[in-house]
């Protein structure tokens, strides 16, 4: 309801401001003057309507949550979508627990990617989340695929335009050629993202004089968790970097997992996966695994009976459901998902957070059993 009042807001202020501007009878200093504060009124009730107050998500942990931004660089790499050549950088944000009473080298690390046009505070309250209960949580910006990245020095960066053509024009039902070499270039960039982190943070978690969050750091322990094409990339690491002890993905396929063509059918490797897995999947996809040539791999393993593959379907939710999107702006939301959801924000997010300290309690802790019938 509040939705369709502000939308009726909208319609009648633009009515306002197209008959202050554009009518004759109005063309005077106090017609212009009524037409702009109608423009001025029809921004903030739109600005309203897309981003309403919210409250945020409370963490369930004993601990306080502090957190940090911080930029890596490697010389030897090349950031593959910039116009010049550069050298790869990443910028991150950390949530870590803040409290003197936790023992360094005793936290487990959890990485996150975000999806195509997010930001590294895609599911900053699944961090929070984490870092209650004694985490250190690293998301990170992918420079160039982030729709906006602000580095430790505050210089921005938009998403690039031949990511974003990439992104329209991938099809692969229609091309899956051209489809499996751009996964295969996604994936190489993401990963050697999430590779440099993974060092450059062990390094500083092995030096005396570094800051305590490193410090807190068990290089042993690490997972990592990602939504939509971020899935992709945490799906990919599970297999390439063997750091990697247990991985989260929000509703991805198995982009890396696609070894090349054939038939014009994409093919996927037979290999078990090395790791603890989960897929937590919408209604957006759930429906469509079976059908979509990218999710051939989620197929199967929704039918495999390793217990190390785990499936969670979470029912009323919708694609960008899964991320805080959802609480920041549910008008946008359902714009961009397509389809109203039945569960909202809150609900959804609630239950991610849940089901992801489950997860990663049992994988990387030792804590509990992860159980799909809980939350399915």
């Known amino acids: 309801m509040r939705n369709i ?3 009726l807001s909208c319609l009648m202020d633009l009515i306002l401001v197209f008959y202050c501007i554009f009518s004759k009878s109005n063309r005077t200093k106090v017609g212009l003057l009524c037409g702009i504060l109608a423009f001025v009124l029809l921004i903030g009730t739109f600005y309203l309507l897309m981003f309403p107050r919210y409250e945020k998500l409370k963490p369930t942990g004993e601990y306080e949550v502090a957190t940090k931004v911080i930029t890596f660089t490697d010389e030897t790499q090349t950031l593959v979508y910039a116009k010049e050549s550069l050298p790869e950088s990443v910028t991150c944000g950390i949530w870590y627990p803040d409290s003197k009473d936790i023992d360094v080298h005793t936290c487990p690390l959890v990485l996150f990617s975000h999806g195509s046009f997010g930001t590294r505070s895609n599911n900053e309250s699944m961090y ?3 870092a ?3 985490y250190v949580v690293c998301s990170l910006d992918h420079l160039y695929q982030s729709f906006s990245c602000k580095d430790e020095n505050g210089k921005k960066t938009k998403i690039s335009f031949t990511y974003l053509n990439e992104l329209m024009k991938e099809d692969a039902t229609k091309n899956p050629e051209g489809s499996y070499h751009s996964y295969q270039k996604w994936m190489k960039a993401r990963c050697s993202d999430i590779n440099l982190v993974i060092d450059q943070l062990l390094a500083l978690s092995e030096q005396e004089n570094s800051e305590r969050v490193f410090q807190l750091i068990d290089g042993s322990r690490i997972g990592i968790a990602g939504h939509s094409m971020g899935g992709a990339a945490a799906l990919a690491m599970g297999r390439q970097n063997d ?4 991985v989260m993905a929000l509703e991805a396929p198995f ?14 490797t037979n290999e078990e996966y090395p790791v603890p897995v989960l897929n937590v999947y919408s209604d957006a996809s759930y429906a469509n695994i079976s059908t979509w040539p990218q999710y051939a791999q989620n197929a199967r393993y929704l039918q495999d009976e390793d217990p190390k593959t785990l499936n969670v379907h979470i029912s009323g939710a919708g694609h960008l459901t899964l991320c805080d999107l959802s609480i920041v702006s549910p008008f946008l939301t359902r714009v961009l998902n397509g389809q109203s959801s039945k569960l909202s924000g809150k609900e959804c997010l ?14 990387l802790k030792g804590k509990g059993t992860f159980v799909e019938s809980d939350w399915n």
Do not use: P, Q
Request: hydrophobic share 45%; proline share 0%; aromatic share 12%.
């Open 5 to 7: 009042i502000m939308l």
């Open 128 to 130: 929070h989340e984490l």
């Open 132 to 134: 209650s209960h004694g």
């Open 243 to 246: 750091k990697i002890k247990a």
């Open 255 to 268: 982009m890396y997992d696609i070894t090349g063509v054939s038939d014009g059918k994409l093919v996927f």
């Open 350 to 363: 609630t239950k991610v957070n849940a089901i992801s300290l489950s997860f990663f309690d049992c994988y």
